[in-house]
């Protein structure tokens, strides 16, 4: 019994044993399987990484490029005849001058394919929003673009002739064109005959008297200085802060003929503008000197009440300056100022060759403002009864400041006129307005300077 008892203790221990090996390798192969595949995860994982990156060197080795650039903030200075485009921003669908502006910097390889649609991405932004048909001398554009060397020939080659690009100008990592501009300039070019009297037809015969020039002078003066211009824009009600603005000056020049038209240019600078204000307030001024409206008109829109007031075509209105007298004065010495003055001549001729000829051109096949001032009698220039006015779908040219530039916008005694002087007495802004002081006219033959502030 003893016996048999030792032989069945030792065929278990060999059973226990054996399972034991039989369990070891077991784990043996469970954790060679493992090893197998996370090696074979890494090795999918490498050959993704190695495909993507074979990509980007494809994409830019097949454009010249060895290595992928790194993306620069910069501040493109360009300028552009609006005749043709949907405005300025992109819109979908819609030819504007950002879209073929991106496209051309895709093609020059300062923007990347599948980044052309991805504006937050660029960090883009535009100094001034201008809306259908309207134009720049100067404008201002932020973005992160790959390579700027050479940029601003490569990008000129893919543009069209409508659209000029100044210079391309490293700027700080974290410029914002639109909250850095500290004020900006507007040109209305204006043919005289939209002052026309009631009683007389609008023809290209008409030519401006010094009592209707004077007059317009007067009542351009009014809108200087601090003022509500809730009935300037839509959306906009008489409680909304950012409906105060802040105009530093209201000019028109002495009259000058081109192609048997005589015109004006009436300028008007300031912090920021809001949707159609400056339009809205040369329309009413037009209505005014013409005899459609009484003056007391404009002391009525500063209150509560909706006015009706008319809204001159965007056809004449150029964005002429845009200041950065603060970020200009804060910059380090290894970046150029945001300012034109280096390119001064070449912005004028190009203002004359396309921004000036294609206004002339139009009005003189459209009549585009000759049919616009026969709608003049068609406005009460009174209190709209109760409801306001219908949204145009378009934001400001400041949105995205609109709290900011409320803030701004209210100086009053000595902040206004610490405002005033810091506006004509930074330097870089100074040399450059003071350089548009004799050429804000188109012939300075025929015209005298408009002074700039």
């Known amino acids: 019994a003893a016996a048999a008892a030792a032989e069945a203790t030792a065929a278990a221990d060999a059973t226990t044993g054996q399972k034991r090996k039989d369990n070891a390798a077991e784990h043996e192969t469970a954790a060679s399987a493992k090893a197998i595949s996370s090696a074979d995860a890494v090795a999918e994982w490498n050959r993704h990484a190695q495909a993507a990156a074979q990509s980007n060197r494809d994409r830019y080795e097949s454009s010249g490029k060895r290595t992928i650039p790194k993306a ?6 360009l300028g552009y005849c609006g005749t043709g485009y949907k405005g300025i921003q992109r819109n979908p669908g819609m030819v504007t001058v950002e879209s073929v502006l991106v496209d051309a910097m895709v093609k020059c390889g300062l923007v990347l394919e599948h980044e052309k649609d991805k504006y937050e991405r660029l960090d883009w932004q535009r100094t001034a929003r201008t809306d259908k048909g309207v134009h720049a001398a100067r404008q201002v554009v932020s973005a992160k673009l790959r390579d700027i060397q050479n940029g601003t020939e490569a990008l000129n080659a893919q543009l069209p002739p409508a659209i000029r690009v100044f210079d391309i100008r490293q700027a700080s990592r ?87 038209i005589e015109f004006v240019s009436i300028t008007v600078r300031g912090q920021s503008f809001m949707l159609h204000q400056i339009r809205k307030m040369i329309g009413v001024t037009m209505a005014i000197v013409a005899g459609y409206a009484p003056d007391s008109i404009i002391d009525l829109a500063w209150n509560q009440a909706k006015v009706d007031i008319p809204r001159a075509p965007g056809l004449g209105l150029i964005l002429n300056e845009v200041y950065f007298d603060q970020y200009n004065r804060r910059i380090t010495a290894d970046k150029k100022p945001i300012e034109f003055v280096d390119f001064h001549d070449q912005v004028e001729a190009f203002k004359e060759e396309y921004i000036y000829k294609g206004i002339i051109e139009t009005e003189r096949t459209t009549n585009e403002i000759m049919n616009w001032v026969a709608t003049l009698s068609n406005h009460s220039y009174s209190v709209i009864d109760g409801s306001t006015l219908q949204s145009d779908g ?60």
Do not use: M, W
């Open 72 to 77: 620069k903030k910069v501040a493109v200075l």
């Open 174 to 260: 974290t410029f914002n064109c639109k909250a850095a501009c500290s004020g900006r300039k507007y040109e209305y070019l204006c043919p005289t005959y939209a002052f026309t009297p009631p009683q007389l037809l609008a023809v290209r015969t008409f030519r401006l008297s010094p009592e209707s020039k004077a007059q317009i002078d007067s009542t351009l003066k009014r809108f200087v200085g601090t003022h509500n211009f809730h009935n300037y824009t839509s959306k906009k009600s008489f409680s909304d802060p950012s409906a105060n603005r802040y105009i530093l000056s209201f000019e028109c020049s002495e009259p000058f003929v081109r192609q048997g």
């Open 394 to 453: 378009e934001d400001d040219d400041d949105t995205a400041n609109s709290k900011q530039a409320a803030s701004k916008a209210v100086p009053s005694g000595a902040s206004a006129a610490a405002l005033a002087a810091e506006e004509t007495t930074s330097t870089a802004a100074a040399a450059a307005a003071a350089a548009l002081g004799t050429s804000t006219n188109p012939d300075p033959a025929t015209a005298s300077s408009s002074s700039s502030s």
